[in-house]
Nanobody, 115 residues
């Protein structure tokens, strides 16, 4: 099982990035997917979560109104659209797949917001 994140990079404050997480999970549509991030010296935190069918999303207060999670079950891919990025959004972003009894993590992608 592999989760492969992509789309990270360096962006100026106020800019946008779209992260993708491609999964090799055959039953991808049965997994709830989440995005986490970890900044240097800080604990990993939940950024956004999306239900298996994509109908329910939840966001950390710090990103509400700026980030949008979505998924394409046919492509086995989950996305995180990040707008109005701030320096404090700088972190390694990880995707996570979860269902009862199973959790998988990607390797992470670096997002740096700096002028």
């Amino acid at each position: 099982v592999q989760l492969v994140e992509s789309g990270g990079g360096l962006v100026q404050p106020g800019g946008s990035l779209r992260l993708s997480c491609a999964a090799s999970l055959f039953t991808f549509s049965s997994y709830a997917m989440s995005w986490y991030r970890q900044a240097p010296g800080k604990e990993r935190e939940l950024v956004a979560a999306i239900s298996s069918a994509g109908g329910v999303t939840n966001y950390a207060d710090s990103v509400k109104g700026r980030f949008t999670a979505s998924r394409d079950n046919a492509k086995r891919t989950v996305y995180l659209q990040m707008n109005s990025l701030k320096p404090e959004d700088t972190a390694v972003y990880y995707c996570n797949a979860k269902r009862v009894g199973l959790i998988f993590w990607g390797q992470g992608t670096q997002v740096t917001v700096s002028s």
